[in-house]
């Protein structure tokens, strides 16, 4: 399935441009950690790593399944980023895409599952 999205209007786009190459730049250890195997197809589909969609910059994205892997850090346990966190989940998935997180404990204490419940959600789109 193709999917197609719009990236952020013009004046956000160019921010937003700046920003997503700062955080590929200074990935945190997590991110690196998981990006060492999502690479380069290593699952068996490709990703894209601090990719725009509409307004937002994801961790990590299959455009061609659509499926967006994001690493949470502890600032996500807040109730307000939670919050946050759920309407971009619920805007991304209105436009197609599936949002998968995991925390960073997660991607540091259990990569392998971590790398199966990716293969799971790519096999069963």
């Known amino acids: 399935m193709k999917y197609s999205y ?26 690196s950690l998981l990006w060492e195997y999502l690479r380069n197809r290593q699952l068996g589909a490709k990703f894209n790593r601090q990719h725009i969609i509409g307004d937002y910059i994801v961790d990590f994205v299959c455009i061609e399944k659509g499926l967006i892997v994001e690493v949470d850090g502890g600032y996500h346990n807040t109730a307000e980023q939670r919050e946050a966190d759920a309407k971009r989940s619920e805007e991304l998935a209105r436009i197609g895409f599936e949002v998968i997180r995991f925390s960073n404990e997660e991607v540091f204490l259990n990569i392998n ?9 790519l096999l069963e789109k």
Request: hydrophobic share 30%; no cysteine; glycine share 0%.
């Open 6 to 31: 719009n990236t952020a209007s013009p004046d956000r786009y160019l921010l937003l441009k700046e920003k997503a190459k700062e955080l590929k730049k200074f990935p945190t250890e997590a991110e």
């Open 113 to 121: 599952n971590v790398l199966n419940r990716i293969k799971d959600r």
